[in-house]
Structures are given as C-alpha cells and as structure tokens.
C-alpha cells in the first residue's frame, strides 16, 4: 500500500475484538506483544485506551492513551513553571499537573521510517489539545519512549523530565547499542502547538 495513500486515508478506531491483529509487525518485540496480548484487557479495564490506525481494513499502526501527572519540579522551563504557580497560587515542587500520556505508539514495519508516525503523533496531539480546550482542563502530554524513540519524540517538541539528565550524559547511540529500549520519560506542553 502506498505511504502517501495511507496518509490521505487513514483513521483511528478504537481497538476491540472484531481487529485482526496478526499481521501488525513493528521494530519492537514488546509493542508488538502490548497489542496483541494486553491492550485489550488493559482497555476492558479502563486503564487505557488503543487506537488503530486503520487504512482499509489495514492495521498500520496503533497509539494507546492514557491518564498521566507531571511534577512541576520536572518541568524545565522556569517561565511555565512560575507562571503555573501564580495561576495556582502555589509553591509547592511536588504538586502535580494534569496530563495525558501516550504510552504506546507504533508503526508497522512496512510503513515506518516513511512519515507515517509523525502524522499519526501530530494529529493525536491536535485531538489531545481539542481535549484541553472544550473537555477538560490539562496542559502537557507525557511519554515514557524507548531511546530508540528518544529523538523521534524530541524532534516534535518533547522534552525529557529532569530525572533522566544523568542517563542522557551518556551519548545516546551508546545506549540504544547497550539496550534499545531502556526508557526515557518526555513531555510536551500542548501550548507549543498554538
């Protein structure tokens, strides 16, 4: 199938059990067994929520949601931090932020390296923003992304938090040559994308 086709075509439908999964392959052993073994018990549960990006009747990828806080501590910016505490009227570092945190997010291997996941990531955004403005109060998206991921993440405005700086002081190719998904945690405040 054609990227460019998929792109102009594609939509989400929220995971159940009429999906065929068994052609999804992506890069990851792991994501690969999240969608075909735990993603729908964990979305019967209530504890996230898996989108399909389906073209045709095509899997081409999928994203799953969740709930999520950040530490104002965390957060890099001073400007946005003090500004959330005048809002707050607030001192505290330890107080949370509403968020909403992607946990998943994968292309299949036939499809990636081709754009597709940053299509699929900018308009989960826009629709996480369309949230914050008419449904509920948040202002960041978090990920907790494989270093493998790290730069995909960081190229769309991500930031990680501050607790991964000492593992950030080892080059990054290093770390995805030791252990391609050891874990990074990043956010992103929905206000870059006004």
């Known amino acids: 199938m054609d990227i460019e086709y998929i792109k102009e ?33 964990q979305q019967n549960s209530k504890l996230n929520i898996t989108k399909l990006v389906m073209c045709d009747d095509l899997v081409v990828a999928y994203v799953s949601l969740l709930t999520d806080t950040i ?10 931090k003090q500004d959330i505490k005048d809002q707050l009227s607030l001192n505290s570092k330890k107080r949370k932020l509403p968020a909403i945190k992607i946990g998943r997010l994968a292309v ?18 826009f629709n996480i923003k369309n949230i ?8 960041f998206v978090t990920v907790e ?3 493998t991921a790290y730069n995909f993440y960081a ?14 002081k080892e080059k990054l ?6 252990n ?15």
């Open 145 to 147: 992304g494989y270093a």
């Open 108 to 125: 299949d291997e036939k499809y990636s390296g081709k754009g597709l996941g940053s299509e699929i990531l900018m308009s989960v955004l």
């Open 71 to 80: 530490l104002l501590k965390d957060i890099r910016d001073e400007d946005i």
């Open 155 to 168: 190229n769309h405005n991500f930031i990680n938090l501050k607790k991964d700086d000492e593992k950030l």
């Open 132 to 139: 914050a403005e008419n449904s509920v109060g948040l202002r």
């Open 180 to 194: 391609p998904e050891e874990t990074f945690y990043l956010y992103l405040d929905l206000r870059v994308l006004e």
């Open 173 to 178: 190719d290093i770390i995805i040559e030791r």
């Open 9 to 41: 075509n594609y939509r989400f439908e929220t995971l159940g059990t009429k999906h065929d999964l068994s052609e999804f392959k992506c890069a990851s052993d792991d994501l690969n067994d999240f969608l075909k073994n735990d993603a729908l018990s």
